[in-house]
């Protein structure tokens, strides 16, 4: 985690700010998604709105303070879903 640069743009624009950002990216990558269904060939958009959506989400854990939390959270659902399949 970029943990120092979390910090600076939370420092620079706030937190408020950023999570208004992170609002934003998720939104997009849900655009570009239901774009996708609808037949666009937009795999490249995809991957950039994937990829903002990505940093956002390591800054979020940042804002929260969840170095760990996620990943138990990630784990437990994982396992879940696994069960689920078997």
Known sequence: MNKE???QACDKYGTDYQLNVAIE???EL???ICKHKRGNDNLDAIAEELADVEIMCEQLRFIFGFEY???EW???KLNRLKSTLN
């Open 5 to 7: 640069l979390y910090k």
């Open 74 to 76: 990630k784990k437990m």
């Open 69 to 71: 939390r996620v990943d």
């Open 25 to 27: 990216e998720l939104s």
């Open 30 to 32: 849900i655009k570009e």
